[in-house]
C-alpha cells in the first residue's frame, strides 16, 4: 500500500467537496437557495438552473461539466423526467455525472406514474440538507449512480 504524500493527496483531493461542482436543477427559487447555500458551506461550487432546460444550456452551451446533478422532476418547460432522456441519449457525460432525484412525489407515485427512475438515488421532499449532503459526498467519494 503506498502512504506517500501525492497519494494521500491524490485521495484527499477526490473526496473533499473543494473545487466540486454541483448542479442544483429546480423550480423552486427558495429551495435553490437553500441547497445552494448549504453546498457552497461545505465548501462546493454551485450550479443553478430552474428547469430542464436551463440545465441543458448550462451544459450544452456554456461547457460547465459538473460532478453531480440535484435534480427536481416536477418543472416548467423541460422536466426533470425529460432532462433525463434527454442527457440518456444525447449527452455525452451523462455516464459519468450522478445523478440525485429530489422530488415532493414519492417513489411509489413516481412507479404509479410510470416513470421509470431506476439507476438514480431518490430524496424525498421536503428533505434534509444533511442528508442530502450526506449522499452527494457519498456518491462524489464512490461514482455510483
Request: glycine share 8%; hydrophobic share 40%.
Amino acid at each position: 500500500m503506498d502512504n506517500s504524500p501525492l497519494t494521500s493527496l491524490a485521495k484527499t483531493q477526490h473526496t473533499t467537496p473543494v473545487g466540486r461542482k454541483i448542479l442544483v436543477v429546480d423550480d423552486d427559487e427558495f429551495m435553490r437557495y437553500a441547497i445552494g447555500y448549504r453546498l457552497r458551506e461545505e465548501g462546493f461550487t454551485v450550479l443553478s438552473a430552474s428547469d430542464g432546460g436551463q440545465a441543458l444550456e448550462l451544459l450544452n452551451i456554456k461547457q460547465q461539466h459538473p460532478d453531480l446533478i440535484l435534480l427536481d422532476l416536477m418543472m416548467p418547460y423541460i422536466s426533470g423526467i425529460e432532462f433525463l432522456h434527454i442527457i440518456q441519449e444525447k449527452h455525452p457525460l451523462q455516464k459519468s455525472i450522478p445523478v440525485i432525484i429530489i422530488s415532493s412525489l414519492g417513489q411509489d407515485e413516481l412507479k404509479e406514474g410510470g416513470y421509470k427512475l431506476e439507476g438514480y438515488h431518490f430524496i424525498e421532499k421536503p428533505l434534509s440538507l444533511d442528508e442530502l449532503v450526506h449522499w452527494i459526498n457519498h456518491f462524489l467519494a464512490y461514482g455510483e449512480n
